[in-house]
């Protein structure tokens, strides 16, 4: 039978409750249990799909093609489980379904209504696509008291009832602040919002709190009092030095033996080992390099989300700190800022939509190309390195992206047909915007020989999309001839995938996002070589 545990957050947003989920799948999964990881976000977007980066972080590709929130990446990284469609869900999803049946007739004139038909999608949705896992963690965005989280509370609280106390379990995520003033953590806030969670229904089972201070046994005992859970329940969750410190801090205090207890299961003590050399590594680098990061989103560290992991994952498995400069690619639009680019062991032009500043991450990626400094294009990265090379190397001047507008030559278009698994896709110009894009794993083949299938030591692989765009290989007779090679193409040989500069020490563009798929445990083979090659680079400067 599996379980579900309902993880709420209260007091203030910001408080980790990803992570916090991310680690106690980890932590049960250590324990020898399979779980799956679940997001359901109360906001009216279908998905985040078209959301500004600046206002929800980047969007997390899966392998059968959604757009989801990042907190999935968390999840993915943390318990190497690979997210679905159906780990995912908004009210604006829930809704639209909804609404579709009742136009088709499906509820036979019954009147639709939050309940019982929003929140029975929800709970189906809670239910649904599982197979044989132990536990589905089930985060709920948003902070409790939201009047757009509502309709998910009295989901979660049905499903106390339909399941039954012992398949269900409710862990509340709080804030207790320290008042510098007072001297003193304060413990109300806690109360009230669990106060807010008994108005709806629910009475929190486990208790954590985050704190920048420890948690005086006083203090604890005083939560759980008021709180109605027992002591063991409150669990302090303090500040810790890296976010792959998080699982074993947990565990320290106790957390998954509190889910074992309420669950009322026998389970071996979990295996951290792996968890805590990470630590190791992280905390003792034997070296640092310095990578920046040219892009557009660079005021918010969320937009980027899975690139600085696995930047971070590239300096794990060569034992390195990955020092990341963000720049905002507008300022390479001026020649005389270039020097920024000095010193440097690794440019990375990363993934991103639209013309304000592709001028200045084409400039970085020559800079890159001529310097001879390690260059990684992903996705637009690699759209703006073949631009440079189709001006610079193959002499086409008036070569451009048609994301830009129509232009000469247009190296860079829009493919309006494509193949995924048998099924012919179509797009058009100047359609919808929402889950318009090439989404999801496909197929590609690396060319015998190349960096990259040495890189990857094989010849086949799968990785995840999510653009518009492709390289147009009415130009790749023309580029190669220049130097640079397309190392990766899609099986029929008709989408580039990846280019690479064989003269060079390190310069490979990628028209997919590796950084969703690479893990603490398993660094991308791509964010692994990137970083070797950064190191190669600081030990000539
Ligand atoms: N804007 C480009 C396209 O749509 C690149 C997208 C991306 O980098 N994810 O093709």
Known sequence: MTRFIFITGGVVSSLGKGLASASLGALLQARGFKVRLRKLDPYINVDPGTMSPY???????????????????????????????????????IYSDVIAKERRGDY????????????????????????????????IGGTVGDIEGLPFLEAIRQLRNDLGR?????????????????????????????????????????????????????ERRKIAQFCNVHEDAVIQALDVPTIYNVPVAYHEEGLDEQVCRHFNIDSKKPDLSAWK????????PEGEVSIAIVGKYTGLRDAYKSLSEALDHGGIANKVNVGMHWMDSEIFETDDALHHLEGVHGILVPGGFGERGSEGKIAAARFARERKI???????????????????????????????????????GLMTEWMQGGDLQKRESGGNMGGTMRLGAYPCVLEKGSRVSEIYADSKISERH???????????????????????????????????????????GVQFHPELKSKPFEPHPLFTSFIAGAVNQSRLV
């Not at 004139?109 to 589905?136: C, M, Y």
């Not at 050399?277 to 003792?284: G, H």
């Not at 990265?381 to 001047?397: F, P, S």
Request: glycine share 8%; with cysteine; charged share 20%.
């Open 277 to 284: 050399n990470i630590c190791e590594t992280v905390t003792k």
């Open 108 to 139: 036979l004139g019954a009147t639709i209504q939050v309940i019982p038909h929003i929140t029975d999608a929800l709970k189906s949705f809670v239910t649904s696509d599982i197979t044989d896992e132990d536990f589905v963690l089930c985060e």
């Open 55 to 93: 206002q929800h972080g980047e969007v997390y590709v899966t392998d059968d093609g959604a757009e989801t929130d990042l907190d999935l990446g968390h999840y993915e990284r943390f318990t190497g489980v690979a997210s679905r469609q159906s780990d995912n869900v908004t009210t604006g999803r």
């Open 466 to 508: 999510r653009h518009r765009y492709e390289v147009n290989t009415g130009y790749r007779d023309q580029l190669e001839a220049a130097g640079m090679k397309f190392s990766g193409m899609s099986p029929d040989g008709v989408l580039p995938e990846i280019v690479e500069i064989p003269d060079h020490p390190w310069f490979v």
């Open 374 to 412: 390690p260059y990684f294009g992903i996705c637009f990265g690699m759209q703006m390195a073949v631009v440079e090379a189709a001006r610079n190397m193959a002499g086409l001047h008036k070569a451009g992206s048609t994301e830009f507008g129509p232009c000469e030559h247009p190296v860079v």
């Open 166 to 218: 012992d398949n269900t379990m409710y862990l509340h995520l709080t804030l207790v602040p320290y008042i510098p003033t007072a001297g003193e953590l304060k413990t109300k806030p806690t109360q009230h919002s669990v106060k807010e969670l008994l108005s709806v229904g629910i009475q929190p089972d486990v208790l954590l709190c985050r704190s920048e201070r420890e948690i005086p046994v006083a």
